[in-house]
């Protein structure tokens, strides 16, 4: 069988990540072209890895013969255009979230692909993630009986450069969008209100920025279903990723990740080890996980798992989010899409 050749625009963390991924575990796929807003970066990469081709621009790239696909991992504001681009060439597309911090530009990135006939997937990995996968499984399966609560805490270590977040579109659409897309992929309906609590209680510099560090957002979905969804830019002992869901036979929930699993008992008390570092050590499963699932859709023609309109749904609770706070009421969706 022809390999699958693929294109990667941008190599930071996650560019490398799928990178590394698909050339250590993917035999039936190849990555035959990188690109860069640093060239020499991309070359050096380049050479590391034994891709012959760096293009000048993302545009060279999905015009070449030589790829069938691409991994889009640039800088968010590149997304939407990134994806027009390709959707043109008639190159499919894993792009990562969110397409784009405009609604309109995020709709328009999703139906270009879906006039071209091309097959977009968005990168919202921790669908992915064995641990929430099975709670899935189980609250499909009726283990909990109908749910009526969502919890899902989700914290940072520490928070990312001033740089980053002057650029990244703000604690709901950089980090939370996250839990936004979880939340609506637990339930398996739609949110139909928000209502969110934002505060600066790690870093006064991201307050000067117009952006918030803390802050606890309550979901209401099409069904009633309630989702608690509590975020902070700084946890002192690790990432902190957990999640739980209640329903009317019962409650299932995954917690932290540990680097180890000792147990010292003492007379001090009971002591274990602290949750990982950061995302790329407690979801690098995941990272695995959604780049098999989209090597696998080129081969067999199935269609994409985590789609546009997830993106432009999680964008918009962003948004409601991000209004909810500013306005201090709840938001209804129809006043956002």
Known sequence: MKKIRIGIAGLGRMGQIHLRNIHRYFPEAEVTAVVDKVKQHAEKIAVEFHINTVPDSFEEMVESQEIDAVVISSPTDTHAMYIEMAASAGRDIFCEKPFDLSLSKTRNAHVKAEQAGVKLMTGFNRRFDPEFQKIKTMVDSGSIGKTEIIKITSRDPAPPSVEFLASSGGLFADMTIHDFDMARYISGTEVKEVYAVGKVMVDKAIGELGDIDTAITTLTFEDDTLAV??????????????????????????????????????????????????????????????????????????????TGHDCLMAIAIAQAATASVKENRPVRMTEII
């Open 229 to 306: 969804i509590d975020n902070s830019r700084r946890a002192v002992y690790g990432y902190d990723q957990r999640l739980e869901v209640f329903g009317s036979k019962g409650m299932v929930q995954a917690g932290n990740m540990l680097h180890d699993t000792h147990c010292l008992t003492d007379v001090n008390g009971i002591h274990g080890a602290l949750p990982l570092d950061f995302f790329m050590d407690r979801y690098a499963t995941s990272y695995l996980n959604e780049i098999e699932v989209f090597i696998r859709l080129l081969q067999k023609g199935e269609e994409a798992t985590v």
